[in-house]
């Protein structure tokens, strides 16, 4: 009774785990197509920026950011009516939207707090927070969650291009000095440029 009772359990836990790496690989093999469709987007709407702030010398072109989620939700999800395999919702793919939610409300916390004190001039926290470029902030909160969630779906190509967006952002703006806001732009350029060369090899993979 006590070897049934062991071997039921070890056959318990081997399938949680082949069920656990099914979802992973279904979840991976999904994300190609998001990671190359947000990598695009990313890397158009930066340059798009970037040539309209250069040119007319106003930042308010950066609104257009907002209309850049509209364009990639309306975009994934038409991508996912031609999913005939319908979308794991297991423990993986709770932490993965976790993970992304959680970069989402830093990166707007960040912004707000940065925009919000850079113009209060009356507060000495204004002076600090506009000498904080925002850019490099965004690059390396975006990298730590697309790191953690190439570990989460133990996939090396996605885990090593968070790497190479978050710190080889933050390197490649060290190295540049003092750039125009304009200019940084082009830091997203790069980011968007890596995740869609991700999305590549995830999908030929």
Known sequence: ???NKELSARESLALINETLNNSR??????SGKYLLLWGILLTVFSLLVFVLWKATGKPYWNFLWFVMPVIGFIAAAFLNKKETVEMPDNAVSRILAGIWRT???????????????????????????SVVNLTPMILLLFGMAETVSGVAVRNRAITVAGFLTGVGGLIVCYLLGSMGEADGMLLFTFAGVILAATGLIVKRK
């Open 1 to 3: 009774m006590e070897q």
């Open 25 to 30: 690989q279904e979840i991976t093999r999904r």
């Open 103 to 129: 970069f989402g409300v830093f990166a707007v916390s960040v912004a707000l707090f940065t925009i919000i004190y850079s113009r209060a001039n009356v507060n000495p926290l204004g002076t600090v927070a």
